[in-house]
Nanobody, 128 residues
């Protein structure tokens, strides 16, 4: 089992920044990929970005590319999401997720179903 806890959400004006963090505990040695997703009211949960646990490559949704950056701290079992130039359409509940699938393809990173562990989410609200 892997437990995930997000933190760092809040209210920010458009153009501002926020940094989300995700702390992983439990069987973190089984984690192969960490991902960030978000879900706005009335919409489906969508991929924001992902990072393999053991290599440095990152993947981002087109909507956040160039504005959001994922980083990880393996020693602390934490993954961060730095969000800059925030827009009102970034408003959502942001979730951290972990996948223990060692055969996950690069394109599979974007799929909600690839992740077996989820945090409870942290709210990000961007005012115009």
């Amino acid at each position: 089992q892997v437990q995930l806890v997000e933190s760092g959400g809040g209210l920010v004006q458009a153009g501002g920044s926020l940094r989300l963090s995700c702390a992983a505990t439990g069987r973190t040695s089984s984690v192969h990929v960490m991902g960030w997703f978000r879900q706005a009211p009335g919409k489906e949960r969508e991929f924001v970005g992902g990072i393999p646990w053991h290599i440095g490559n990152t993947m981002y949704a087109d909507s956040v590319k160039g504005r959001f950056t994922i980083s990880r701290d393996n020693a602390k079992n934490m993954v961060n999401l730095q969000m800059n130039s925030l827009k009102p359409e970034d408003t959502a509940l942001y979730y951290c997720a972990a996948s223990t699938d060692s055969g996950l393809s690069w394109s599979g990173l974007k799929s909600v179903s690839a992740y077996g562990y989820w945090g409870l989410g942290t709210q990000v609200t961007v005012s115009s």
